[in-house]
């Protein structure tokens, strides 16, 4: 019965790989809005200037722009907390397509630790 449930669970594991991998891959290859946001909280952290309030100036260079961060409103579109921020730091300085690929290996080794972990139990 045991070797019946690792197999179902080892099934539904190899098709949502199947399906998700190449798919997930493949938006990667875009640029994705939340993951610059990120990045640009990041670097500012590490550059000891608060996320939360700054505003891109052309003086600035691309080092911090976020194309969608450009609301009109006084405070930034950085949404996650300091310790996040600090914590995707010593990514931050890769170039964005390298982040991005990274990003989606962080996701699925998080997603098999997970799973290999429930079926463990």
Same mark, same amino acid.
């Given at each position: 019965?045991?070797?019946?449930?690792?197999?179902?669970?080892?099934?539904?594991?190899?098709?949502?790989?199947?399906?998700?991998?190449?798919?997930?891959?493949?938006? +990667? +290859?875009?640029?994705?809005?939340?993951?610059?946001?990120?990045?640009?909280?990041?670097?500012?952290?590490?550059?000891?200037?608060?996320?939360?309030?700054?505003?891109?100036?052309?003086?600035?260079?691309?080092?911090?722009?976020?194309?969608?961060?450009?609301?009109?409103?006084?405070?930034?579109?950085?949404?996650?907390?300091?310790?996040?921020?600090?914590?995707?730091?010593?990514?931050?300085?890769?170039?964005?397509?390298?982040?991005?690929?990274?990003?989606?290996?962080?996701?699925?080794?998080?997603?098999?630790?997970?799973?290999?972990?429930?079926?463990?139990?």
């Amino acid at each position: 019965m045991k070797l019946i449930t690792y197999a179902f669970f080892f099934l539904i594991l190899i098709f949502v790989l199947n399906h998700c991998l190449p798919r997930d891959f493949e938006l +990667s +290859s875009t640029i994705n809005g939340d993951i610059r946001n990120r990045v640009v909280g990041a670097r500012l952290i590490k550059d000891e200037i608060s996320p939360y309030f700054y505003h891109w100036k052309t003086s600035d260079g691309l080092r911090y722009y976020d194309p969608w961060s450009f609301t009109g409103v006084k405070f930034s579109n950085i949404t996650a907390s300091p310790f996040f921020l600090r914590m995707i730091s010593p990514i931050a300085e890769f170039p964005q397509k390298t982040i991005t690929i990274l990003w989606v290996g962080i996701e699925y080794a998080m997603f098999l630790t997970i799973f290999f972990l429930c079926i463990s139990f």
